[in-house]
Nanobody, 123 residues
């Protein structure tokens, strides 16, 4: 089992920045690929960004590429999502998830999920 706890959400004006954190506990964090997903009201959950177990490979949805950066610190069992140039359409609940294949791809099977953190971007 892996337990995931997100933090760092909040309300920000368009053009602003936030950094989300996801702290993991339980099994060896460095074995897992990690992903960030989001779900806006009335919409399906979507992949935002992923990072491989080593941090060597990262993946992004086209809607956030160039604005968001995913990173991880295996010594701290934490994955981050730096979000810059935020837009109102980025408003959603953001979830981190763990992929035991280690790849962190958008279509990986993520077995463990956090409870989510709300991000709201005002125009």
């Amino acid at each position: 089992q892996v337990q995931l706890v997100e933090s760092g959400g909040g309300l920000v004006q368009a053009g602003g920045s936030l950094r989300l954190s996801c702290a993991a506990s339980g099994r060896t964090f460095s074995n897992y690929g990690m992903g960030w997903f989001r779900q806006a009201p009335g919409k399906e959950r979507e992949f935002v960004a992923g990072v491989s177990w080593s941090g060597g490979r990262t993946y992004y949805a086209s809607s956030v590429k160039g604005r968001f950066t995913i990173s991880r610190d295996n010594a701290k069992n934490t994955v981050y999502l730096q979000m810059n140039s935020l837009k109102p359409e980025d408003t959603a609940v953001y979830y981190c998830a763990a992929d035991d294949s280690g790849y962190g791809l958008g279509y990986s099977r993520y077995d463990y999920w956090g409870q989510g953190t709300q991000v709201a971007v005002s125009s």
